[in-house]
């Protein structure tokens, strides 16, 4: 399920800890089951823990605390709308209505063409930018009016159908 590969970047991150402290590497090593496999399932969690040498649910702890980890396959684009009280007052909860509508999908879902996953999140540390959302946990995007909502949606769709 997790390639050689993969279990040698474990390797690489285990090794800027204290031996004892191992499982210091497990948000890296998760982050790197995730670039793999696309999430983290239960059966990646049980290796990773295995490795690590701590207790599964541990490292289910570390996965359900984070919304940077999957926990299900997602789209090839994943948006998360900060829908933190800042956010709120300043129309982040009307950014995600909108993107809702424009997806034609639920917060939590994913496009019937396995493009898009619209999700809320928590805080990103940008409230004076709101309406704020992340692209796939790296890419901010700012200001997000409804036209730029849209033209965000209409680039990445455009990139994705290539």
Do not use: W
């Not at 204290?18 to 210091?24: L, M, N, R, T």
């Not at 701590?54 to 299900?72: D, G, I, L, S």
């Not at 997806?103 to 928590?122: K, W």
């Amino acid at each position: 399920m997790i390639s050689e590969e993969s279990k040698a970047r474990f390797a690489i991150e285990v090794a800027k800890f204290p031996a004892d402290q191992k499982q210091s590497a497990v948000m890296a090593c998760l982050a790197i089951v995730q670039q793999e496999l696309g999430y983290v399932s239960t059966e990646s969690e049980e290796v990773v823990a295995a490795y690590l040498g701590m207790a599964p649910m541990a490292v289910h702890e570390v996965t359900t605390f984070y919304n940077m980890y999957n926990q299900k396959p997602v789209g090839k684009y994943k948006l998360n709308v900060c829908t933190n009280l800042p956010c709120q007052l300043r129309d982040g909860g009307h950014a995600l209505k909108h993107l809702e509508h424009k997806l034609g999908v639920h917060m939590g879902e994913t496009t019937a063409d396995g493009l898009f996953t619209l999700q809320q999140c928590e805080c990103l540390g940008a409230c004076a930018d709101s309406p704020v959302l992340l692209v796939n946990d790296r890419h901010m995007c700012s200001f997000m009016s409804d036209d730029k909502l849209d033209q965000l949606v209409d680039g990445l769709r455009a990139q994705g159908n290539k």
